[in-house]
């Protein structure tokens, strides 16, 4: 048991992968199950404000865009539930700890959609911090989870660059098409810093993950790598940021916020968001309401069986 | 077949492997959820190929892959340490030898 345990932290400190087979602690495992699956099913939720906007796209280039970009969320879903699988925790249960509400996901999704800049904010804010979180979580110590969010972060640029074109296009069009995007930054701007979690004094399970690296850089860290790049992206599309307290650190070179209104974020995460009903009712009745595919499609597996075997 | 019977089974686990180019290995993409084979390299093509040229797709379920124990790693493999004779670097040439095509 002790050799087993020095293995673990012996690869971890040489910068080894953990794979499935490995011995591992125990709680080592139930936080990359509680994490990915998590992750998992942010993306699949994800696809739920987007597809809002499907059949309203503004022309067909952005209607093909939108579904690509809806598909890969449901791509990297998929991704993600056979990482958390290798972990021995079986998809059903997964699917049915975010039906009943259990698991969390990213508490951005709770937010409404409300305009078309809302898609065009979506991938410049959120897949933008989504990105920052995913390349610094590709060099994690668990090799499925690090494999899959390579792969994701492969995909993701795309969506982060066709949302800044809808922002730039809205940006240099009409002042009624100016006002929209504003409108639309004032709405999503908080909601995409809360997305990197509580401030690092307040992060209860950092000190195990990043021991483990399961996490490599602090939520901070990586939320002010996002301040710092967005501030800069909003002066070029000409859209203020909306919080009065911002000011630039001459000495850091970085850009401050004002304070995040954090009881808004832990009444999104507990269930009290705009849209956090309206989302899991959602993915509720697409996993039933389509529960007759699967059934057909085992149904037609186990005919077949039958059939070969009498031959 | 009842659906109550159906509900119960969960479609197996089968790893994809991809080929980009032909003459290239098949390398481990990751794994998808069928029912069965058909379904599993269609899955594998739209969970691992939309956007990479894709020439071939091996699918296998994951429960007949066998692989070597983790555990066992010391005893099944170090043997090949004292099998130094097996590299170049075992074998002592003559001064200036290995140079000597070169200053032709």
Redesign the interface.
């Given at each position: 048991m002790v050799d087993?345990e020095l293995t673990f932290e012996k690869n971890l400190s040489i910068g080894q992968k953990i794979?499935p087979?490995?011995?591992m602690p125990e709680n080592y495992r139930k936080q990359l199950i509680r994490l990915i699956s998590q992750h998992a099913h942010s993306e699949i939720v994800g696809m739920l404000p987007e597809g809002n906007w499907i059949t309203r796209a503004p022309s067909l280039r952005r209607k093909i865009a939108l579904l690509?970009k809806v598909?890969?969320e449901a791509?990297h879903g998929?991704?993600l539930y056979?990482?958390a699988?290798t972990l021995g925790i079986?998809?059903?249960e997964m699917f049915d700890q975010l039906h009943t509400k259990k698991a969390k996901y990213s508490s951005i999704f709770n937010y409404p959609t409300l305009t078309w800049a809302d898609i065009g904010m979506i991938g410049w804010l959120v897949d933008g911090a989504a990105i920052i979180n995913q390349t610094t979580m590709a060099k994690c110590s668990y090799g499925?989870y690090s494999?899959?969010l390579l792969?994701i972060c492969?995909?993701e640029n795309f969506h982060k660059i066709q949302g800044m074109e809808i922002v730039g296009i809205l940006c240099s069009g009409t002042n009624e098409q100016k006002e929209m995007a504003q409108e639309s930054l004032n709405r999503w701007w908080w909601p995409s810093l809360m997305m990197f979690g509580p401030h690092d004094t307040n992060s209860p399970n950092s000190s195990d993950l990043m021991k483990w690296k399961i996490k490599i850089k602090s939520n901070d860290e990586l939320r002010q790598r996002f301040v710092d790049m967005t501030v800069e992206q909003a002066k070029v599309f000409g859209l203020t940021i909306p919080d009065p307290e911002l000011k630039f650190n001459t000495e850091t070179r970085s850009w401050e916020t004002g304070e995040i209104n954090w009881d808004e974020f832990y009444s999104v995460i507990n269930g009290n968001g705009l849209c956090n009903n309206e989302r899991i009712s959602a993915r509720r009745s697409a996993y039933e309401d389509n529960?007759?595919v699967?059934?057909a499609?085992?149904?037609?597996?186990?005919?077949?069986n039958k059939k070969a075997e009498a031959a | 077949?009842s659906?109550e019977q159906?509900?119960n089974?969960?479609?197996e686990?089968w790893e994809v492997f991809l080929q980009e180019k032909s003459g290239e290995p098949h390398s481990h993409?990751?794994?998808?959820?069928a029912?069965?084979k058909e379904?599993a390299l269609q899955n594998a093509r739209?969970?691992?190929g939309?956007?990479d040229t894709i020439n071939n797709i091996w699918i296998v379920k994951t429960k007949d892959i066998t692989?070597t124990n983790?555990?066992d790693k010391t005893s099944f493999f170090d043997s090949t340490d004292d099998k130094v004779y097996r590299h170049p670097q075992f074998y002592k040439l003559p001064d200036g030898i290995k140079d000597a095509f070169k200053k032709r």
């Open positions: 087993l794979e087979r490995d011995w690509a598909q890969d791509g998929l991704y056979c990482a699988e079986s998809r059903e499925p494999r899959g792969r492969k995909e529960s007759w699967r059934d499609a085992t149904s037609y597996k186990i005919k077949k | 077949m659906t159906n509900k089974e969960q479609w686990i993409a990751g794994s998808v959820r029912a069965d379904m739209d969970v691992y939309r956007r692989a983790i555990e």
